[in-house]
């Protein structure tokens, strides 16, 4: 008696102790068959009601290694909003539109603190932290340190030393 059994590619689904709702979304962008698409559908709203976070399955992007501390609780990420590599978003942050079409995009290493609120089509920088509670409705540079609403200064932890010579 033989049995089939039905394998799917999963490249960059998600590390073993990723979020199931990123595991679903890239999934669902790498499957083609609608019944199946109907089914992570119906399995997706599941797990964000049980998770209380809404990302979309038809994200415009993200990138290998995003991490979501706390189950991702109360995680909001706007269809377009492009993520970097290696990010990490706390709970209660919003990536959302300001009124108009455009939605954020972080660059690669960006740590989001609990409750940050990024807004509009603002370009967050490699290697920035957002603190927590934040609005950010500007630009942010790389290496930047975000506090309070659009305060940015550079942050001495994370940027890279300068050689002078003497």
């Given at each position: ?55 979309p ?15 991702g ?34 660059g690669?290493?960006?740590?989001l ?49 300068k050689?002078?010579?003497?």
């Amino acid at each position: 008696m033989t049995s089939s059994v039905l394998v799917l590619p999963l490249k960059n689904v998600a590390r073993p102790e990723g979020h199931p709702v990123l595991a679903l979304v890239r999934l669902y962008q790498q499957t083609e068959s609608r019944v199946a698409r109907r089914i992570l559908r119906a399995v997706h709203r599941l797990v964000q009601l049980a998770h209380a976070c809404d990302i979309p399955l038809e994200c415009a992007k993200i990138g290998a290694g995003l991490l979501l501390p706390h189950r991702g609780i109360g995680v909001v990420i706007h269809p377009s909003t492009v993520i970097g590599i290696n990010c990490c978003i706390f709970h209660h942050c919003t990536l959302g539109t300001n009124g108009d079409d455009e939605a954020p995009t972080l660059g690669d290493c960006v740590e989001l603190g609990p409750g940050a609120s990024v807004l509009g089509g603002v370009k967050i920088g490699d290697y920035a932290q957002i603190g927590a509670g934040a609005i950010v409705t500007r630009d942010v540079p790389a290496y930047a340190l975000v506090t309070g609403a659009n305060r940015v200064r550079p942050n001495a932890k994370r940027f890279p030393a300068k050689v002078v010579a003497s």
